[in-house]
Nanobody, 128 residues
């Protein structure tokens, strides 16, 4: 049974930082892209960041570029999201996901439909 489990969410003040973790089990994802998405109340799930299979290429949504950093540890089958300079508009449930596509060394999925496995989400709330 494949599981992705997020942790590290919480309540933080504007300008603060959080580090999200996502641990995968049930199968290795070391050959696949991993990503983070978020969904705010009343809004569609949106792309945040993605990292290619070996961590050599990352891609970010414009809204988080320069503030968030995605990384991975294939030995731990895990992906992380370091979030700095958090703003109230970053408030959302954050999801990690795994994309099983084979698109070359630098492939990263950027759409919800690109990803096959999803975690249950972790709440991030940024107070103003």
């Amino acid at each position: 049974q494949v599981q992705l489990v997020e942790s590290g969410g919480g309540l933080v003040q504007t300008g603060g930082s959080l580090r999200l973790s996502c641990a995968a089990s049930g199968r290795p994802f070391s050959s696949h892209c991993l990503g983070w998405f978020r969904q705010a109340p009343g809004k569609e799930r949106e792309f945040v960041a993605a990292i290619n299979w070996n961590g050599g290429y990352t891609y970010y949504a414009d809204s988080v570029k320069g503030r968030f950093t995605i990384s991975r540890d294939n030995a731990k089958n895990s992906v992380y999201l370091e979030m700095n300079s958090l703003q109230p508009e970053d408030t959302a449930v954050y999801y990690c996901a795994a994309d099983l596509s084979y698109g070359g060394n630098y492939y990263v999925g950027k759409r919800v439909d690109d990803y096959e496995y999803w975690g249950q989400g972790t709440q991030v709330t940024v107070s103003s």
